[in-house]
């Protein structure tokens, strides 16, 4: 195979017309084509390569990252997109699927602070630190938490008992309200779920944080996504920004490559990175689905999306460490639903010093809410302005509470909404994490509905986020390579 990198570039500052054809130097075939460059589809790009395969990247956005990205504004601002934090173990993940380079800059965050009418309260997120809290300050028996945490720890994906968190948490810490919020609202905020979600989705991910607490990437996303750009053309994979992947072409229930900015690319395989729902009724089709398959599809839930605004404070301003994450609410009790009311109370607040990317004296702050497309997808865009105005307000007036004075540093305010997400990924909904739990099996079984269909994108819960979403990409290439493999021996015995 040959390793010689190519790098098929739209555009280089996402600005200036496309005058060419972002597809010139494209091959007529690969082993396998990835549609969309998020965490997911890159990191099955690389596994992929690094077994020797010849991959295909098609994005249609200028940036690669999917909603690991990141913007620039005038003065010097840059906003992460979704570096808020994920568990210590995308340590591993980057070492084992990227590169010792990209390991060395995940970092722990210091601090995670609770703010709100039931808790003040500090904590590095540890299992440690959490059992101490519980037992100190919430005054749970010891023996309670520790048996919390080992029901949690034999949890996994096979063994659903049924179970919702909400009951979950009722069992262990029955009419603890203020507990389930400690508990919850992290992780409501990490991948959109609720007390209505399986507990085993919430086991999985809390126990994954509580392993060792809340990481964070130094150097910021730009810095990351143009790192695994230069792994990934190191091992030859091919990148195409600027790309909309129209079709993925089904014949005789085999994939046999997609339709793109007007051209047939033929592939073994098609790795789709693109929502589930798009990639199995739009990209593919229900028609080459089984019927039974098609309509337990289409009760898939999809996950909710996010607001956020960002926040720049002036070149040469600064403010004193307050924390790097602060889980903030006014509300006086703890209510799942109410973390994604579109006026709701409770908002986190992620801290980005100079400390984030070394060498920039600059701080951003970036505000992010659970939301629900419905609340925002219907407003005029008299409504719609007027609601950004409104959630830009009432974020800076909540951030002055834990940072006074911070409104006279502030140089550039930013909102984003679930169209924003919508606009940007492309995702169904400006969904920011995919389905609900039971996505994942309709995930994994496309394959089976067409074979060398794949998709390794955010889906059941468990398999999104940063973590879970480059997992995913790696688990997925994995089972290509065997295809591939199983592919070319009845060939060769032919
Ligand atoms: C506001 C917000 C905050 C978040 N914060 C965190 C956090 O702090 N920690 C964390 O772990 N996770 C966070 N997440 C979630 C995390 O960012 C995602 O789960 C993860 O990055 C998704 O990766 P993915 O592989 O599913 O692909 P995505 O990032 O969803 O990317 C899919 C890509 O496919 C492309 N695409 C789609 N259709 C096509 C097509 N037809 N042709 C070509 N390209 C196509 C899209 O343009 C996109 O680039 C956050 C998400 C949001 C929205």
Known sequence: MSTQAKYHKGSSDGKAPLTRDPLAGVRAHYDAVVVGSGLGGLTAANVLARCGRKVLVLEQHYNFGGLATWFKRRGGHVFDVSLHGFPASMKKTCQ???SPAIAARVERLESIRFSNPQFELETLFTREDFTRILVERFGIERGGVERFYAELAQMDFFSDSGET?????????PGRNDVHRLLMEPITYANG????DPAISYGIVFSNFMNSGVYTFR??????VKEMQSELEKNGVELCNRVQVERIVVEQGRVRGVEAHGRFIAAEVVISNASLKTTAEALVGTQHLEPEFARGLAAVRLNNSSTQVYIGLRAGSSIPFVTDL?????????DSPALSEMHGQSRTFSFYYPKTRPGSQRYTIVSSMNAHWADWAGLDEAQYAREKRRLQHDTLEALERHVPGVGALVDHVEVATPRTFAFYTQH?????????FEGLRYSLELPKQVAGLYHAGSVGIIMSGWLGS???GAIQANKIDAHLLALRESESTR
């Open 96 to 98: 084992r699927h990227w």
């Open 165 to 173: 968190t909400a009951q979950l948490f009722e069992r262990h810490f």
């Open 470 to 472: 480059a997992n995913y």
């Open 428 to 436: 169904p909904q400006g969904t920011s994490f995919g389905t609900k």
């Open 326 to 334: 602060l889980f903030s609410s006014t509300r006086e009790t703890f």
């Open 219 to 224: 150097g910021g996303t730009d810095w990351l």
């Open 193 to 196: 779920s609720t007390l209505d």
